[in-house]
Every structure is written in C-alpha cells, then in structure tokens.
C-alpha cells in the first residue's frame, strides 16, 4: 500500500534521536536508485497515519523528492504509548546491520563479477566512492585482522590505519597494540 508522505505524522516516541544528514543523503541516494526496500509500519491516526517505525526512510524518501511511500498498516496499534514505543524500539533492535567485512565482501563481488567501477557502485549503493574503496581495501588485510573487524574487537577505521603499515608482520604487530591497549583509531 502507497501512502501520501503529507498524510504521515512523525512518530513522538521515535526512540532514534540522531538523524545524521550524511547518512539520510546517502539513504536518499539509495532511494533514489532503488526505491525504499522495507515499507514503513505506521497505524491509522485522527489525521492521517502516525509513524510506528521507519523515520529514517520517511524522511530520505522526502529529500530524495518521492510524494508517496511503501507502508504497513499495523492492525493492532490501537494507540496505547506503551505499544507504539516497544514496536519502534522492537524494529530497530531486530535489524542488525552487515559487518564491514560482509560489506567488503558484497562490494568486491559487484565490483569483479559484474565489472562495476568504484564509481558506478558507489553511485548504485548512494555510497562516497572512498567509502567504497576502503571497505574493498580491508580485504587486503591479514585474517586476524579481518576476523577482528568482523567480530568487533577492532573498527573498519582501525583496518584501515593498519592498511597504511607496508608489511604484513608490522600489521599484525599493530592489531596486537590496538587490541591489548585499546587504541582509537587516530593512535593506531
């Protein structure tokens, strides 16, 4: 079901605060290219529908210029604050996003088999194109590495401060420094 972007009301209770403009003109990028994937959850209002979950994609669908969004009209949000306020929380808690290295894998896939350019990839994926070229650059880093990016010990910024060190030896030299000392990533 399509709904009317002027017809939906923003969720008071949205549990995420933090909208970043980067990361909403990226989503809006991706919108643009594919449409919004995941419809929003909303419930029928005196006014309209109110939001339930999906503030993110409402408001990247606004600046990627749409009128109108996919939605799901929640059958048994009859109002109560409580109900609204745990399916928000609920839905941004089921939904866990790829790991660097599971993004590193993705693009590399697109970019060999499909003979994509950084470019054209960051394009199709709403990504900076460095973004793009860094994460296909950690693939380059020795296993206890990449295992720690995928695990989490270390971020994808520590990957690739550690890119930057010429040997494989010195790399694993300093993941051993970030992980025992607990560097941020402008120490390593």
């Given at each position: 079901?399509?709904?009317?972007?002027?017809?939906?009301?923003?969720?008071?209770?949205?549990?995420?605060?933090g909208?970043?403009?980067?990361?909403?003109?990226?989503?809006?990028?991706?919108?643009?290219?594919?449409?919004?994937?995941?419809?929003?959850?909303?419930?029928?209002?005196?006014?309209?529908?109110?939001?339930?979950?999906?503030?993110?994609?409402?408001?990247?669908?606004?600046?990627?210029?749409?009128?109108?969004?996919?939605?799901?009209?929640?059958?048994?949000?009859?109002?109560?604050?409580?109900?609204?306020?745990?399916?928000?929380?609920?839905?941004?808690?089921?939904?866990?996003?790829?790991n660097?290295?599971?993004?590193?894998?993705?693009?590399?896939?697109?970019?060999?088999?499909?003979?994509?350019?950084?470019?054209?990839?960051?394009?199709?994926?709403?990504?900076n194109?460095?973004?793009?070229?860094?994460?296909?650059?950690?693939?380059?880093?020795?296993?206890?590495?990449?295992?720690?990016?995928?695990?989490?010990?270390?971020?994808?910024?520590?990957?690739?401060?550690?890119?930057?060190?010429?040997?494989?030896?010195?790399?694993?030299?300093g993941?051993?420094?970030?992980?025992?000392?607990?560097?941020?990533?402008?120490?390593?």
């Amino acid at each position: 079901m399509q709904i009317a972007i002027t017809d939906i009301q923003p969720n008071p209770e949205q549990p995420r605060r933090g909208f970043e403009p980067g990361s909403l003109q990226e989503l809006a990028d991706s919108i643009r290219m594919h449409g919004i994937l995941q419809p929003l959850l909303v419930r029928e209002g005196l006014a309209g529908y109110e939001l339930i979950a999906g503030e993110r994609r409402l408001r990247a669908a606004e600046i990627a210029g749409l009128t109108e969004v996919p939605v799901i009209v929640h059958p048994g949000s009859g109002g109560r604050l409580e109900e609204r306020l745990e399916l928000a929380l609920v839905e941004n808690l089921q939904r866990t996003d790829l790991n660097p290295m599971e993004e590193a894998r993705a693009m590399q896939r697109l970019l060999r088999d499909f003979g994509l350019t950084q470019d054209a990839l960051a394009e199709r994926l709403g990504k900076n194109p460095v973004t793009i070229a860094q994460r296909v650059r950690l693939l380059g880093l020795p296993g206890p590495a990449i295992k720690a990016i995928e695990t989490g010990a270390i971020t994808a910024g520590h990957g690739v401060a550690l890119l930057g060190i010429p040997s494989v030896s010195d790399q694993l030299v300093g993941l051993e420094r970030i992980t025992r000392e607990h560097w941020n990533v402008r120490q390593t």
